[in-house]
């Protein structure tokens, strides 16, 4: 007992002095983008306050916080730190809910307003930065997010369970893991947006609705639809979401704006479909999905049989 004892404290104690280490050049960062950008802007008047807002969102709380925390850990007091970190966690989600606005505005400015492209050149030529832009250090404190997770569960796991800090800990792990799911939920959400935007801009005309709440984009790629008569083989290009399966085909080459665009040619609805393999069972070359709907089956073949294995793992999940 007094060996694992003497194990965690080990441990403890080097996680504890690389989150401080860590911590120091988090804020170093932060410190950089707060002095010679926010406070000099704020004083120069160059950017309109709710403009500065958008682009810095909660920074200088974020920044407060993260220096609290530090001085609690020079002195060792893990517990109070931990404690008073926890109030400020929310500014995390916050910031992430932001952070692509935040992005939009800066671009906007630099494009549109002479006097802060200018100023925003010149500080980033300091020796201070390193070569980095403004747009490399907003990111930060989402990186910085991350890591906390994995030092605070560092620490929890070679922390003894009968002590006080003990739970501190625990319920700062459980805080933090909440937070990053929120930011998590951020980006996959923006992300699915781009992915339904792009599908939408590749589709010729606007007969097909691709953008709609609550739809999720899950995968997309040719395939051979077998015929039900003896013709030949049409190949297509799906793509599958959350409730629809859209199949489509190339516009004409020589088309004068669609040349490059795709024609819908259905669209199958998920809700009352079933899903099955006709064949691809065994490690032969392709396989063959049959997909039914309440009017109409529909045979997708593919001569890779790890394409179908996929398609028929993404299907049958989006029908689940």
């Given amino acids: 007992v007094e060996d694992q004892r003497a ?18 050049k988090y804020l170093e960062q932060l410190d950089l983008v707060l002095t010679y950008f926010v406070t000099i802007l704020k004083a120069k008047g160059t950017l309109k306050p709710a403009v500065l ?9 974020i920044y407060s916080a993260s220096h609290v925390l530090s001085l609690h850990l020079e002195k060792g007091n893990l517990g109070p730190g931990l404690e008073n ?20 505005t800066l671009k906007e ?22 070569g980095r832009e403004l747009e490399d250090l907003l990111p930060v404190p989402l990186q910085r997010l991350h890591q906390y997770k994995h030092f605070f569960r560092d620490l929890l796991e070679n922390t003894s369970p009968d002590t ?14 909440e937070v990053s799911h929120w930011v998590q939920d951020i980006f996959d959400k923006r992300e699915n947006s781009l992915q ?15 953008l709609t709440p609550g739809r999720w984009y899950i995968r997309e790629g040719w395939l051979l639809v077998v015929p039900s008569k003896g013709e030949e083989l049409k190949r297509r290009m799906f793509f599958l979401f959350s409730d629809i399966l859209i199949a489509a085909k190339p516009c004409h080459p020589l088309h004068l ?3 490059n665009k ?26 063959l999905l049959s997909l039914c709907f309440p009017h109409k089956t529909l045979l997708l073949m593919s001569s890779n049989q790890q394409e179908i294995n996929d398609w028929y793992r993404s299907l049958t999940a989006a029908v689940r």
Avoid: M
């Avoid at 965690?8 to 504890?16: I, L, P, Q």
């Avoid at 795709?262 to 099955?276: E, I, K």
């Fill in 262 to 287: 795709l024609s819908c040619q259905a669209v199958y609805p998920l809700h009352q479909c079933s899903v099955d393999k006709v064949f691809g069972h065994t490690w032969s070359q392709g396989g």
């Fill in 53 to 61: 807002e958008t682009i810095f969102g909660p920074l200088e709380s």
């Fill in 164 to 177: 006080a800090e003990y739970q501190k800990l625990a319920k700062t792990v459980k805080s933090v893991c």
């Fill in 85 to 104: 970190f926890c109030q400020s966690l929310d500014l995390y989600g916050h910031y992430a809910e932001n952070l692509e606005q935040a992005n939009k």
């Fill in 196 to 210: 339904l935007l792009r599908v939408q801009k590749l589709l010729k005309g606007q007969k097909t609705q691709v």
């Fill in 109 to 130: 400015q630099v494009r549109k307003n002479k006097s802060f492209r200018r100023f925003k050149k010149l500080q980033e030529t300091r020796p201070q930065f390193q």
């Fill in 7 to 24: 194990r965690w404290e080990r441990k403890r104690s080097r996680t504890a002095k690389e989150l401080l280490e860590t911590e120091h």
């Fill in 257 to 259: 704006l669609n040349s």
